[in-house]
């Protein structure tokens, strides 16, 4: 969401008389919760939104459902849930009606919603469907909100070295939840940089790079390197081709970086793992500290390689139930959802 269209947005709503706020109010995060990657395990999901915060939520895939109670994607639509709340307290009588946290809406991508309190009430609760699944949450509306939530997908493959026992206390801790969200946050700059770079205070970039290595039947281009020095991390966005004629299979997790003549194992490897006949799949990569759980200090500028080989062995079998529910909607690739109309 551009500046431009939040402020434009917020005239809109102080005009109908929805909001009105003191334009010297400055934004406000919640400390140390910018962004956050949730927890898989959890049913539901609380995100903390406020009127002058635009938080983004990344999901693992792209969104086809957005549903729940409170949520708008225009003014008018708002002026419209607030009628039918005035209309349901006085067709009530003495029954006294809550009013819903009404949250502003906005898919900015396939896989990312943008979500702004513009009422405060009680808390606001949506289903986002994702790759076959449901996502809760539990939207509460404050003075402060979290910026940016990643939600991590549940197949990407987490590599972790073992080191010796004398050396446990030594090392780093690699944390899955970290290199999810050095990961979502590498994907997220041209996004989020603008309005907040105080984010990437000390990255480092390579952008529009060719480093190209030959695998056989399979290809691999490195296009984008950054680096993170405070977390000794590098992120690779790379792409995987498939120059033969049939489907060609590698194990993302058996990805090596190489720099010269040293092989580095990578600990995050986000990638389908299969390639269509003359087809291409992302890969992205990061790499964070070395083997023994010390700093590796890695030059950005070095001319990195990237080690795979195509995987012949059977695929596994998929535990995931990819029927359809009879009881959703089937959406054409694209659809954008009105939640607002249960359309």
């Known amino acids: 969401m551009s500046t ?55 999901f693992p ?49 396939p896989d990312v919603l943008v979500l702004r309190a513009v009422r405060a009430g009680s808390p606001c609760y949506m289903t986002v469907r994702c790759q076959g699944r449901m996502f809760l949450f539990k939207a509460v509306a404050g ?4 910026l940016a939530v990643v939600i991590p997908d549940p197949t990407v ?36 940089q603008g309005a907040h770079p105080a984010l990437y205070h000390g990255w480092n970039e390579r952008r529009n790079i060719d480093l190209r290595a030959d695998h056989g039947s399979l290809a691999s281009i490195i296009d984008e390197i950054q680096q993170w020095p405070d977390k000794d991390a590098l992120i690779l966005r790379c792409w995987v081709e498939n120059k033969s004629d049939k489907v060609q299979h ?14 580095y194992p990578v600990q ?25 759980g010390g700093k590796e200090h890695l030059s950005i500028e070095n001319d990195f390689r990237l080690e795979l080989a195509v995987d012949n062995s059977p695929p596994t079998e998929n535990l995931i139930d990819t029927r359809s529910n009879p009881l959703l909607p089937v959406l054409p690739p694209g659809t954008v959802l009105d939640a607002s109309s249960g359309k």
């Open 143 to 146: 003075e402060q909100a979290n």
């Open 4 to 58: 431009t269209s939040f402020h434009l947005w917020r005239w809109v709503l102080v005009a109908a008389g929805i909001a009105a706020w003191p334009a010297s109010l400055s934004a406000q995060l919640v400390q140390g919760q910018e962004m956050v990657v949730v927890n898989p395990g959890e049913a539901v999901h609380e995100l903390l939104l406020s009127s002058q915060v635009a938080t983004t939520v990344t």
């Open 250 to 263: 590698f194990k993302p997790s058996d990805v090596k970086i190489r720099a010269g003549d040293r092989s």
């Open 157 to 192: 493959t987490t590599v972790r070295e073992v080191a010796p026992q004398e050396a446990v206390k030594e090392r780093t801790k690699f944390s899955s939840a970290e290199l999810v969200g050095i990961l979502s946050k590498a994907r997220q700059r041209d996004f989020l």
């Open 268 to 292: 995050l490897a986000d990638s389908s793992g299969t390639v269509a006949p003359k087809g291409k799949t992302s890969l992205d990569l990061v790499l964070q500290g070395n083997p023994n």
């Open 61 to 109: 895939g792209d969104i086809t459902l957005v549903t729940g109670y409170g949520m708008v994607s225009d003014a008018e639509k708002a002026e419209t849930l607030m009628a039918a709340e005035r209309k349901a307290a006085q067709d009530s009588g003495t029954t006294r009606i809550t009013p819903i946290t009404i949250i502003q809406y906005e898919q900015a991508s």
